[in-house]
């Protein structure tokens, strides 16, 4: 038998090890916000919700509403839902959710609708009522749902996942006023891509896509502003196959990203892109129970931890996970189905709370008898308030625009340490900078009577 005073240890070794796992919990608080009923919406699809400057989260669904033809929604931090309906006159079937512009205005997607069917680019005003801003034709491309980025030259950029010269989608441009133009078209089949693009250190856009490249495994691209087209990395399975979700530019300089399958397990990989190599490095391969089939793209939080949701896996309805940079993975939630099902992509609001949808369930008894409804809920991993930027970009003597909490009766404003001389508080939850003489790109911090929040990335300040 153990001494009592080898027991005293191990029972004091055990305690601490539950106290550390129930600290670990507490500070880990999942919340099912919303459920949708089909009249506001059903059924988000490849969508990461936006924060809008009213510090509310903006999104779509695919299905319901009143016409039923989906709808985009704008949704507090607590939960309390107000919803625009499609009727086909402004597209329909919204894919990839909303994209916030410099002018305040939400904008986005449909798969169908538009004036050859072939879906639209629609905005939606604060105030203003949602318009057309681009029908696609076909030859422009057709079926986009990839997330519209803004450059840093002031136009959004976009995938269609069909249509272009080949058929097999584009990489379009489209000025704020509508304007277009077509930048690339796909020569071969690429399958559920491109997806949506992330503009790059080098003012050029990253992307991947699903099939196509030397295996059919799908392949990674960058595409300047000017068209200019690269592959960078061809998919072969072995570091995963078939990304459905787009890249993210880390801290770090590297981009990081999920595949749909491939891996040890074949049911897909968190990897690493280092884009001054060109060579991919796989950090995870899912096996099933801690999730499969990532479909969203990752984001970084304020911790430095990577974040992101695999669509099915862990107790069979998906999960939401975090991996470190060096590849640490943990396991964070399990769906089952009343608290949603089959997950989209996450985002971290300027509260420190992670935000997402889920593509299916909910806690109606309609979502469990084979309707599709679809959840809007929040992770709250303990990390606290910050700042971020309409665009992560700026040059000197131009505005930058910061959302962030509290920002009322601001007193300071640094760019990587250098104060600015000009700054317009427009709201708690929004305003303005002007960058300074001598800023360099790094953190942006803002001191409010709250204290002093950071921002989330590096303002990368142009030349």
Known sequence: MPSPLRFSKRMLLSLCAFLTASLAASAQTFTSLITFNGGDGAGPAFETLAQGRDGNLYGTTAEGGAFSDGTAFRITPQGALSVYSFDGTHGSVPYGGLALGTDGVLRGTTRLGGTSNDGVVFSLGPQAPTAVLLSFDGANGNMPDGPLVLGVDGNYYGTTQEGGTQSFGTVYKLAPTGVSAVLYSFSTYVAEGPTGLVYGP??????????????????????????????????????????????????????????????????????????????????????????????????????????????????????????????AFTALHNFEGTDGLSPWGLMQHTNGKLYGTTNEGGTFKACTSGTVCGTVFSLDMGLGPFITFVQRFGRVGSGVQILGQGLTGTTAVTFNGVPATTFNVASDTFMEAIVPPGATTGPVQVTTPGGTLTSNVNLQIEP
Do not use: C, W
Not at 236 to 251: I, S
Not at 270 to 278: A, E, H
Not at 281 to 290: R, W
């Open 202 to 327: 080098d003012d050029a856009f990253y992307s991947t896509t699903f099939g196509g490249g030397t295996s059919g495994q799908g392949s990674i691209f960058r595409i300047t502003p000017s068209g200019g087209f690269t592959t960078l990395y061809n998919f072969d399975g072995t570091h995963g196959g078939g990304p459905l979700a787009g890249l993210l530019l880390a801290n770090d300089g590297n981009f990081y990203g999920t595949t749909f399958g491939g891996g040890n397990f074949n049911m897909g990989t968190v990897y690493r892109f280092d884009p001054t190599t060109g060579t991919v490095t796989v950090l995870h391969s899912f096996d099933g129970t801690d999730g499969a089939i990532s479909e969203a793209s990752l984001i970084q939080a304020t911790d430095g931890k990577l974040y992101g949701t695999t669509y099915i896996g862990g107790a069979g309805y998906g999960t939401i996970f975090s991996i470190t940079t060096s590849g």
